[in-house]
């Protein structure tokens, strides 16, 4: 069951990114109940990774930053079954891929720079910036890019072999997947030149996409971190670089679906998120179905709620 009580013994967790002491657990997740979510929604068994951990808490930081903890990431396995399933990286980093976040990126990259795009499944983000130097980083997807330019590589792995030599390194809808943010976000900073720019893409709460319920994808082994404005600046802080500022995303085809699922569930999201109940199974059930007939018939309005959010940010010089 989801609830919001934890015992007065219970260390509180810090915030992942400034180490400030969380102000408060806004719900608890029973491990097998996440599983059997992720069964029915998502179609696949995250058991193994889930069981151990047992509960889940989630807790607001002073940032507004969301987390869960402990912050079980999803393992290659987890990926491929969910993501190939959805074809998740086609929607989000296709080569024909067209979304609002990297059309707004593209306004920051300047003629000739060099890019690197973390995470990038098939690239999309390039076409994009073709006057930039273009490096992509993937360990699931290099070896499906013909020109070589995505290498199966973490980032950490990258920083340290080349260090700091991209005017412009990017992480879209990447840093909500990782267990330690601030760790992710350093070593994406390790890779630019001084001066340069991070550029950090990643999903908004609160937004349509936390209004739904019980939405699985927002909870582990999926995405461990809701991001508020605040938190991102304040990553930024952190990284001791400068936020030159944060855009709102609205929604566009890859998550349009989202869009038509929030406006027609019967239940909206505010304090509490998942519920094992059957009222909200079944509220998730009809946001699916219906939004899913919508999504097919009707195009996206040209203008919806932000979704997401993109930190621009400069290195120190």
């Known amino acids: 069951m989801a609830d919001t009580a934890y015992s007065a013994d219970q260390a509180i967790p810090p915030c992942p990114i400034t180490g400030a002491p969380a102000l408060r657990c806004v719900e608890r997740l029973d491990a097998a109940f996440l ?9 696949v068994d995250v058991g193994p990774l889930l069981r151990p951990a047992g509960t889940f808490r989630l807790w607001e930081s002073p940032t507004g930053l969301i987390f869960f903890d402990p912050p079980v990431a999803g393992d290659a396995a987890f990926y491929r079954a969910f993501y190939g ?58 070896a499906e890019d013909p020109t ?4 199966a590589e973490t980032v950490e ?9 991209y005017d412009v390194a990017c992480a879209f809808q990447v840093i909500e997947h990782v267990a330690d943010p601030l760790g992710f976000a350093r070593a994406l900073a390790a890779c630019v030149k001084p001066g340069g ?28 971190t809701w991001w508020t404005p605040a938190a991102l600046e304040a990553l930024a802080g952190t990284l001791g670089c400068t936020a030159e500022g944060v855009h709102a995303i609205g929604m566009d085809r890859h998550d349009s679906l989202i869009h038509w699922m929030a406006k027609v569930s019967p239940v909206r999201c505010r304090d509490r998120f998942f519920r094992r109940t ?27 709620r932000p979704n997401a959010l993109l930190l621009v940010a400069r290195t120190g010089t």
């Open 148 to 151: 070589g330019t995505i290498l």
């Open 85 to 142: 399933r959805i074809a998740a990286h086609d929607k989000l980093a296709g080569p024909e891929t067209e979304r609002l976040e990297f059309r707004q990126a593209a306004t920051h990259v300047p003629s000739g720079a060099r890019v690197l795009d973390v995470g990038c499944g098939h690239g999309g983000f390039r076409a994009y910036v073709p006057e930039a130097t273009y490096t992509g980083l993937d360990p699931n997807f290099s």
């Open 197 to 224: 720019l991070i550029l950090i893409g990643t999903p908004l709460w609160p937004s349509p996409n936390t209004t739904i319920p019980n939405f699985v994808i927002n909870a582990p082994p999926h995405h461990l």
């Open 278 to 304: 059957w009222s909200w199974a079944l509220a998730l059930a009809f946001a699916y179905g219906v939004g899913s007939v919508l999504d097919r018939c009707l195009p996206v309005p040209k203008r919806t």
């Open 157 to 165: 792995a990258h920083a340290a072999r080349l260090g700091p030599v």
């Open 35 to 43: 599983t059997l979510l992720w069964h029915y929604s998502g179609r």
